[in-house]
T-cell receptor, first 114, second 116 residues
Framework: KAGVTQTPRYLIKTRGQQVTLSCSPI?????VSWYQQTPGQGLQFLFEYFSETQRNKGNFPGRFSGRQFSNSRSEMNVSTLELGDSALYLC?????????????FGDGTRLSIL | GESVGLHLPTLSVQEGDNSIINCAYS??????FIWYKQESGKGPQFIID?????DKRQGQRVTVLLNKTVKHLSLQIAATQPGDSAVYFCAENPQSYTGANSKLTFGKGITLSVRP
């Protein structure tokens, strides 16, 4: 069974631009969560989607948004990019929403802002 | 949060020895915990999970122990191998009164270095 797939693996942008990252969950998984990983803050929760609806949101500004499609694939968007947005963005999927659901991660998209 | 990589605490063990990686969690309402392993250039890889109604769970070469009294979680790796070298994270899923969610709060990572 294929794992979580994230595209692209690497991305370089400049300040002020916007970016869209894509995530394909494990087949059959319906919940998708996004995390940001930086050396300074570690792994931080961005948001979670289930049944095309955002179910939970972390403490990030409104420039960070996402969506989920009917096939459970998800995208996240960051607008007006800032230098501090440079990070590894990780997508995780789980079979269902709720506690006791192991989340499985992709290898992430490395975003660099120049 | 804490740094990933150079500024993380490091545990150095001899190949073949047992490793014990410790984690203190903060939320007494958390009832589900996961250990992840992250190798360079990859995403976190699920190792093992445990629910709060258990105090021990075993997998292949790994054992997780949960002490809810002192909010402590540990991961034991038997016969540590060079391939076990990575950063290890514990994660907790606190109970939520706003409805079901899968949000994970990650602890400080620990770098495990295996000496040949």
């Amino acid at each position: 069974k294929a794992g979580v797939t994230q595209t692209p693996r690497y991305l370089i942008k400049t300040r002020g631009q916007q970016v869209t990252l894509s995530c394909s969950p494990i087949s059959g998984h319906r919940s998708v969560s996004w995390y940001q990983q930086t050396p300074g803050q570690g792994l931080q929760f961005l948001f979670e989607y289930f049944s095309e609806t955002q179910r939970n949101k972390g403490n990030f500004p409104g420039r960070f948004s996402g969506r989920q499609f009917s096939n459970s694939r998800s995208e996240m968007n960051v607008s007006t990019l800032e230098l501090g947005d440079s990070a590894l963005y990780l997508c995780a999927s789980s079979l269902d929403i709720g506690r006791d659901q192991p989340q499985h991660f992709g290898d992430g998209t490395r975003l660099s802002i120049l | 949060g804490e740094s990933v990589g150079l500024h993380l605490p490091t545990l150095s063990v001899q190949e073949g020895d047992n490793s014990i990686i410790n984690c203190a969690y903060s939320n007494s309402a958390s009832d589900y915990f996961i250990w992840y392993k992250q190798e360079s250039g990859k995403g976190p890889q699920f190792i093992i999970d445990i629910r709060s109604n258990m105090d021990k769970r075993q997998g292949q070469r790994v054992t997780v122990l949960l002490n809810k009294t002192v909010k402590h979680l540990s991961l034991q790796i038997a016969a540590t191998q060079p391939g076990d070298s990575a950063v290890y994270f514990c994660a907790e899923n606190p109970q939520s009164y706003t409805g079901a969610n899968s949000k994970l709060t990650f602890g400080k990572g620990i770098t495990l270095s295996v000496r040949p």
